[in-house]
């Protein structure tokens, strides 16, 4: 009863100000920000903050012990891992954004296709649980692998991973969000199907979708890390943060901060996009309102 | 129920059906000659064409094709070029295996899964919660190889407690087996974990505030009866539906971790395919991968429908 | 039962409910009793606490809203002075509910009549055999047609009028003193409304049931009680003998809610609304809540709260017109 007299004062004000009110007030979508704009300025700012540069070798300084000259050590090349780890998640953070950027965008097309259009929903779809029936990581090995190893390559693959599992969402939304009243209201109008998709059906789809492609962007780092610890990852030199660790396995007893610092990144990244994620979705996801 | 059952069957057919041809498809993503792989830069035409004959590629499409569906279906997956065997024959002896290292990730994950998620239900908003939401959300951001590797470094090399890796069938040594496959199974489970313990508060949570909850409160039972009697049951519904992508990752996620730790399972098999392009291997590899993930979701549909009685109406 | 005749089994005194983080009541101030065997009905528009009044009662509050005074006794048993424990071990023995929601208030994925049986075994020690033996009997004074296969039906199964026996017979399973029905006819076809009024007066005749009776349909009630507690923005607007809130109404509100049920006999005229709305929690005066919308407001209405002043020896009512604009004499309940 109380939460209903709540409801109606707050509706008199926009709903974009209540979605922005309510993520100010989530402490998930707080710290995950906080934790994503820390790590995403230091992929910007690398060349300026990072202490040496990541690429030189130098064979005096090989598998030095994190000190006060090299804070996370040096590797087998004597590169100094702090610098590799600032400029790892440059790519790192690349491969996430740019896979969450194509599997939104092909997921969308293909989801709404699906969603709107009867005809196409079945076929799609039963494509859709094809592809998902191969485990995502594995797929995603085996098309980097036979592509050939490249940061683009590596995009692509995990992109393909991550579509049909985004499609299956945006269309799930679309399907409700074209049964409802003002969609039908705008096909009264005289709107044509597609423009009623675009401008009216699609942004009501969208809260879920950005959910959806904050935790892609932060799977796409994982997978990224698991196909440079296989062998199929982005190709040497340029570090991401999957690629230090790969080389640092060969020295896990005697230098294992090459291993240990890049993986602390990834989790602190992970975590940061999981967070705002969660935060998002308490205030996007219709599924999840209270 | 009949009729529930017969549409799932069907509808899973038509799935394994697509899946097959896009695990006998991937070939055709291969820039260049699926053939450049086995042979040196230097090998003659004949050579090239000999290799081309024993894959089969110098035919149509279509009729590779044809040929592959008449394979797969009296279960031959083809013949490693590599491993110069079936690949049937690999996987199967690697089944055994991979089964041990997911079933028991399966075990850790449901179970530690459930029990953390009905502590941070039943404690909404109090200290348990928070701890256990924090832990499951570390869970589901730590990479599980590194993980692997970290524990590695701290429980088999520092402390020695369990072996750096490898495997001891279980039918030889009970103890050698657990010691083996411990370690690399909680590092499978981790993720799930927190995927399972995530679920199954937000499934609690939701079944908490309905009305025949209320109803079973009015009937003064127990805190303790209300939630294993009449929350549990009805939670477990929408877990259960997530068991099925649950198996799917254990089975990706184990293709990894039997590389960390250097586990002889189906992963490791897939894997070495995978990167020396063989290519017999990586299509039944994922065949069978796809297969066992599809088998998995039909009896998680079944499991449901025995759960809800309402689902077996429909 | 230990009660005398002349003593009430439920006995409400002052009861305050307040949300826990603003403190706006939803309650205030609710005293009444019930004799043994006697129905009282509350009626009220939607937000006028009734619901918030049962779940009160029951123990049951959602954990928004707290109580933040009054006494609540039930056959000599002050639950508001007892331990959360002792009320629950109160609940599904001397004090049952029956919710409006019969679509929703049984557990989906249990056996309708494992849930009767549940309050048998775990609230009453009946052993296996006989706590569905008992079922079974429950089911049948209920009403349902062929018990014996309903039993093992699940709540899917059956329709809205046949889920509300049910939970009327789970309530039934209890034997409370008292028992707290909620709207239990607003969620069902009208026919069926009709059924399920007809069994909870055979019960109340057969089994001497005391009943608080809630509903927002006047029509409802004059069918069913005995005496009637009109509510208003949370608090008692009129109580009295339902033949008196029909024919001598004082509150206006009473006046009111009389006024706008359609007169199918008379001549047709013009359906009579109530201009305004329940104020909402938080925005409520602490003068007389009904002034807003009230034909006879004076300048004390808009100052005062009026105290429920007895009109005569049976009834009660919450405003200054019945006493000339004056403050009456309390009520003493």
Known sequence: MSVAVLKTEQATRSPTIIALTRLLQSRSFLIGAALVLAIALVALLADVISPYDPLRNSFRTRLRPPDAMFWFGTDHFGRDILSRVIHGARISLIIGLMTALLTGIAGTIIGATAGFFPVFDNPIMRLMDALMAFPAIVLAIAVASVLGASVVNVIIALSIATMPHTARIVRASVLVVREREFIEAARALGASELRVLCRHVLPNAFGPLIVRLTYVFATAILAEAALSFIGVGPPPPAPSFGSIIAQGRDFITEAPWITIFPGLAIIVSVLGLNLLGDGLRDVLDPRMRT | ?314 | MSARLDQPILSVQGLTTALARSHATVLEDISFTIAPGEVVGVVGESGSGKSMLALSLMGLLPSAVRRTAGRIVLDGDELTSGSADHWRETRGRDLAMIFQEPMTALNPVMRVGHQVVEVLRRRRGFSGYEARKEALNLLRLVEIPSPEKRISAYPYELSGGMRQRVMIAIALAADPKVLIADEPTTALDVTVQAQILDLLRKLRRERGLSLLFITHDLGVIAEIADRVMVLYAGRMAEIAPVRRIFDTPQHPYTQALLASIPDMKGPRGRLVTIDGAVPAIGSMLEACRFSPRCPYRHEICERERPPLGLVSGDQAAACFRPFGYERPIEAVS
């Open chain 2, 1 to 314: 129920m009949a009729q529930f059952l017969v549409k799932r069957l069907v509808g899973s057919f038509v799935v394994l059906v697509l899946v097959s041809l896009m695990a006998f498809a991937i070939i055709w993503l291969v820039p260049g000659d699926p053939t450049s792989a086995f042979l040196d830069t230097g090998a003659t035409p004949d050579q090239i064409a000999s290799l081309r004959q024993q894959l089969g590629l110098d035919r149509p499409m279509a009729v590779q094709m044809l040929e592959w569906y008449g394979r797969i279906v009296q279960g031959d997956l083809g013949h490693s070029i590599l491993l110069n065997r079936s690949v049937t024959a690999a996987i199967i002896e690697r089944l055994p295996v991979t089964l041990s290292l997911a079933g028991l990730a399966l075990v850790f994950a449901v179970v530690l899964g459930v029990l953390a998620g009905i502590v941070a239900a039943v404690h909404h908003n109090k200290w348990p919660d928070q701890v256990v939401m924090t832990l499951a959300l570390f869970g589901l951001s730590v990479p599980d190889f590194w993980l692997g590797i970290m524990l590695i470094l701290l429980f088999a090399v520092k402390l020695g407690f369990f072996p750096t890796g490898g495997y001891v069938p279980f039918s030889e040594d009970i103890v050698g087996w657990a010691r083996a496959i411990i370690m690399p199974a909680m590092t499978l489970a981790v993720i799930q974990v927190g995927f399972v313990a995530r679920m199954t508060r937000a499934s609690m949570l939701e079944i908490l505030n309905q009305d025949f909850i209320r109803t079973a409160d009015a009937k003064g039972l127990k805190r303790a009866e209300i939630m294993l009697r009449h929350g549990l049951p009805n939670a477990l519904i929408p877990i259960l539906t997530v068991g099925g992508i649950v198996a799917g990752a254990l089975l990706g996620g184990a293709v990894i971790i039997e590389q960390v730790f250097s586990i002889p399972g189906v992963g490791r098999l897939i894997i070495g395919g995978i990167l020396s392009r063989d290519y017999p291997v990586i299509q039944g590899g994922l065949l069978f991968l796809a297969v066992i993930y599809l088998s998995v979701n039909l009896v998680v549909d079944i499991l449901y429908a025995v759960a809800d009685p309402r689902v077996r109406l429909e």
